[in-house]
């Protein structure tokens, strides 16, 4: 009795559709973001707050601040691209040259989550 009472059950949700839905749209999430690239499609053209503007309409071409927020150029130069990552964190914050820079000081910890730098590894962009 009680085994037919779970599959009304089950059939009544399926019927309304509140029971797959859920993880459909879930996988569909993972999905995409498995899928997406490391690194952005093209390089970053101008370095931070070197971009040409037009004075008169205050519009830039460059965004660079933008390009910031975006995760696209380095937090501690801002003038290289984000190209490289921490051990054992996974941040990618810095380019390679800042990133071997702090991994080889006296406080060799990540500039996102203060956790110790074992290693820094290069992205290979092809």
């Given at each position: 009795m009680a085994r037919l009472l779970v599959i009304f059950i089950f059939l009544i949700l399926k019927y309304f559709g509140d029971f797959g839905?859920?993880?459909t749209t879930f996988e569909e999430e993972v999905r995409e973001t498995e899928t997406n690239p490391l690194l952005p499609s093209k390089r970053v053209p101008f370095t931070y707050g070197a971009c040409?503007?037009?004075l008169e309409s205050g519009e830039g071409n460059g965004?660079?601040?933008q390009d910031l927020y975006d995760g696209k150029i380095c937090v501690i130069c801002f003038d290289?691209?984000?190209?490289?990552?921490f051990v054992p964190c996974g941040h990618c914050a810095t380019c390679y040259?800042?990133?071997q820079r702090?991994?080889?000081g006296d406080n060799s910890v990540c500039p996102v989550c203060r956790r110790f730098i074992?290693?820094?590894r290069k992205f290979i962009v092809q």
């Open positions: 839905s859920e993880t040409e503007e037009d965004g660079s601040s290289e691209p984000r190209n490289c990552f040259v800042c990133a702090i991994a080889k074992r290693k820094v």
